[in-house]
């Protein structure tokens, strides 16, 4: 699952990450990522890693983050174009 509000960067991760033979399941915040990961928990077809950028509007990565620990749903990683 790839989270970032940014539509280009998410974009051109997604292609490089496909090209890597991935598949990829995106969304534009970290509202729509948790019900997203909600819908897939139980599934055999399920998210084996969250990307989130850290900085987004609603819901933000951190707390998306916390959000899967709690759930115990699958890997984050954290990622932001800020210093």
């Known amino acids: 699952l790839l989270v970032d509000d940014d ?3 998410r974009t051109a991760l997604k292609t490089l990450l496909e090209e890597a033979g991935y598949q990829v399941v995106e969304a534009q915040n970290g509202k729509l990522a948790q019900s997203l990961l909600t ?7 399920h998210i084996d890693i969250v990307i989130a950028d850290i900085r987004m509007p609603e819901i933000d990565g951190i707390e998306l983050a916390k959000y899967v ?5 699958s890997p984050v990683i954290l990622m932001s ?3």
Not at 39 to 45: I, L, P, V, W
């Open 39 to 45: 819908a897939s928990k139980g599934r055999t077809e």
């Open 81 to 83: 174009g800020f210093p």
């Open 69 to 73: 620990k709690e759930q115990n749903l």
């Open 7 to 9: 539509d280009d960067f």
